[in-house]
């Protein structure tokens, strides 16, 4: 964790920061009970990674309209 006003990082849970004295008790509360926006966007991180994980395939090959295809290189660039 890090220090909201200097950003000195703490890494034992203190109350307050080491380096400035910041009460750090509303960082730690924070960091224990994440806000719905917080939460929101985790829930929406996971969602998309579980996602691409569908999408692609062990093989390397992507799956488009249920069929897979191997991927192509761009126009214009060759294949090493």
Sequence with gaps: ?????????ERQASQF????????????????????ITASAESAREE???AVAER???D??????GAFR???PARGREVS
């Design 1 to 9: 964790m890090f220090c909201p006003s200097c950003g000195s990082e």
């Design 17 to 36: 920061c080491r380096a400035c004295g910041t009460d750090l008790r509303a960082v730690h509360m924070g960091l224990e009970r994440p806000d719905s």
């Design 48 to 50: 998309i990674g579980r």
């Design 56 to 58: 692609d395939s062990p």
């Design 60 to 65: 390397g090959r992507r799956a488009h309209n």
């Design 70 to 72: 191997p991927q192509r």
